[in-house]
C-alpha cells in the first residue's frame, strides 16, 4: 500500500516530442503528488506537484494529469529538449492535519532526449 | 534559489571514524526535516524523520545508533554517521516543507574508505 510504481525505467525522445512518464500509487491516503527532476551528483529539483482536487496542472512546458479513480498520474514534457535529459522521480505522501508527511518515491525514470 | 542546503557537498572519511551531515533551511523554520538515501542509479529511501525539540523517528531497519540526527534548532538538522565503514558510502539528502512542498538540499557524497 505504501509503494508507487513508475513506468518507465528509460526514455528516448527526439527534441521537440513530447516526453510521459507514469505513475501509479496504491494508498488513497496519499494527497500530495510531486514530480521531481535529479541531474547526476545533484539533488532533486521539485517540478510541479498537484493535489487530487484538480486533474490536471501545468507550469510551461510540464503539465501533471491525475486520475483520482484509477489512481494514477503522469508527467508530460511537451517540446522535449536535451537539457532536459535527467532522471525523473514521482512521489506521493500524505499530509498529516497540516503537517507534511514523508515522501515515497517512484523508482524513477531516466530520459534522454537526443539532438 | 536554494530552498535547502546542506554542508559538506562531498566527504571522505576513513572506516571507523564518525562523520557529521548538516542540513539548513534557508529563510524559513521547519519543525520537520527529512533525511533520505540513495545508491547509485536508485531510487531515494527514506531514513528517518527529523523532529525539532524532540527525538527522531527512523525507519525499520535503519540503526538509530548508527545514524545520530539531532534537530536542535528550527533551521537546522544534522546526520552524524557512526563508526563508518565502506557500505555506508552513499549519497545522503534532506528535505524540509515550506508552503505545502518539499524542497531537497543539493545532497552530501559519503565515501568511506
Known amino acids: 500500500q505504501q509503494q508507487v510504481k513508475q513506468s518507465p525505467q528509460s526514455l528516448i525522445v527526439q527534441k521537440g516530442g513530447i516526453s510521459i512518464i507514469n505513475c501509479a500509487y496504491e494508498?488513497?491516503?496519499?494527497?500530495?503528488f510531486p514530480w521531481y527532476q535529479q541531474f547526476p551528483g545533484k539533488g532533486p529539483a521539485l517540478l510541479i506537484a498537484i493535489r487530487p482536487d484538480v486533474s490536471e496542472k501545468k507550469e510551461g512546458r510540464f503539465t501533471i494529469s491525475f486520475n483520482k479513480s484509477a489512481k494514477q498520474f503522469s508527467l508530460h514534457i511537451m517540446d522535449s529538449q536535451p537539457g532536459d535529459s535527467a532522471t525523473y522521480f514521482c512521489?506521493?505522501?500524505?499530509?498529516?492535519?497540516?503537517?507534511?508527511?514523508?515522501?515515497?518515491f517512484g523508482k524513477g525514470t531516466k530520459l534522454s532526449v537526443k539532438p | 534559489g536554494a530552498v535547502v542546503s546542506q554542508h559538506p557537498s562531498w566527504v571522505i572519511c576513513k572506516s571507523g571514524t564518525s562523520v557529521k551531515i548538516e542540513c539548513r533551511s534557508l529563510d524559513f523554520q521547519a519543525t520537520t526535516m527529512f533525511w533520505y538515501r540513495q545508491f547509485p542509479k536508485q531510487s531515494l529511501m527514506l531514513m528517518a524523520t527529523?523532529?525539532?525539540?524532540?527525538?527522531?523517528?527512523?525507519e525499520q531497519g535503519v540503526e538509530k545508533d548508527k545514524f545520530l540526527i539531532n534537530h536542535a534548532s528550527l533551521t537546522l538538522s544534522t546526520l552524524t554517521v557512526t563508526s563508518a565503514h565502506p557500505e555506508d558510502s552513499s549519497f545522503y539528502i534532506c528535505?524540509?516543507?515550506?508552503?505545502?512542498?518539499?524542497?531537497f538540499g543539493p545532497g552530501t557524497r559519503l565515501t568511506v574508505t
Open positions: 528535505s524540509a516543507p515550506r508552503w505545502g512542498e518539499q524542497y
Open positions: 512521489a506521493a505522501s500524505r499530509n498529516y492535519g497540516g503537517s507534511q508527511g514523508n515522501l515515497i
Open positions: 527529523s523532529n525539532e525539540g524532540s527525538k527522531a523517528t527512523y
Open positions: 494508498n488513497t491516503a496519499f494527497d500530495y
